[in-house]
């Protein structure tokens, strides 16, 4: 079965420009949650979708947002893009409805985005 | 949300047995405790999990005391291959929690 697929796996992006980035989940999952990681402020969450629907979002701001898709396949968008915003972009699919501890995430390989 | 307190890092040698401990004195009832390992640019990898007493899976254990204030990973006769982040997750399914990463154990492993 194939894993958690995220696309581009590096961009490179100018200040005040914007992104989009995807990701197809694990066949089967409905659940989709998106992560941002950096050296300095370590994994943190973006949001998660259910069935199309944003179940949770973390402390970022209105520049990122994301959606569902019919099929799972997720994308995630940050606009005006800052120096700030590089950072690994992790996606993860899961057979349970909510990203939580309890329930086991499926990563995948993340996509490095560098602005400039 | 429970909080965990892990070493910021640790060094081992190739064929030794590595135990890391994950401190979460305030866990709740419904929590469980929940091991994931990263290599440098890649996803976090599901590691093991469990709720009480002691987990084995062909990777790992993973020893809860009564008490479940912590718990122990433990990576027994580890590889070079096995030089990671290893993060330790306590929550559960209620409504508001999100996953919360915390700062991770970097694993060294030496030849």
């Known amino acids: 079965k194939a894993g958690v697929t995220q696309t581009p796996r590096y961009l490179i992006k100018t200040r005040g420009q914007q992104v989009t980035l995807s990701c197809s989940p694990i066949?089967?999952?409905?659940?989709v949650s998106w992560y941002q990681q950096t050296p300095g402020q370590g994994l943190q969450f973006l949001f998660e979708y259910f069935s199309e629907t944003q179940r949770n979002k973390g402390n970022f701001p209105g520049r990122f947002s994301g959606r569902q898709f019919s099929n799972s396949r997720s994308e995630m968008n940050v606009s005006t893009l800052e120096l700030g915003d590089s950072a690994l972009y992790l996606c993860?699919?899961?057979?349970?409805?909510?990203?939580?501890?309890?329930?086991?995430?499926?990563f995948g390989a993340g996509t490095r985005l560098s602005v400039l | 949300l429970a909080k965990t307190t892990q070493p910021i890092s640790m060094d081992s040698y190739e064929g030794q047995e590595v135990n890391i401990t994950c401190s979460h004195n305030n866990i709740a009832t419904n929590d469980y405790i929940t091991w994931y390992q990263q290599f440098p640019s890649q996803g976090p990898r599901f590691i093991i999990q469990g709720y009480k007493t002691k987990v084995t899976n062909e990777v790992a254990s993973l020893f809860i005391p009564a008490d479940r204030k912590s718990s122990t990973l433990s990576l027994p006769r580890v590889s070079l291959s096995d030089t990671a982040v290893y993060y330790c997750?306590?929550?559960?399914?209620?409504?508001?929690?999100?996953?919360?990463f915390g700062g991770g154990t970097r694993l060294m492993v030496k030849p």
């Open positions: 993860a699919s899961s057979l349970q409805e909510r990203a939580t501890a309890k329930n086991i995430q499926y």
């Open positions: 066949s089967g999952h409905r659940s």
């Open positions: 997750l306590v929550g559960s399914n209620n409504a508001g929690n999100m996953l919360t």
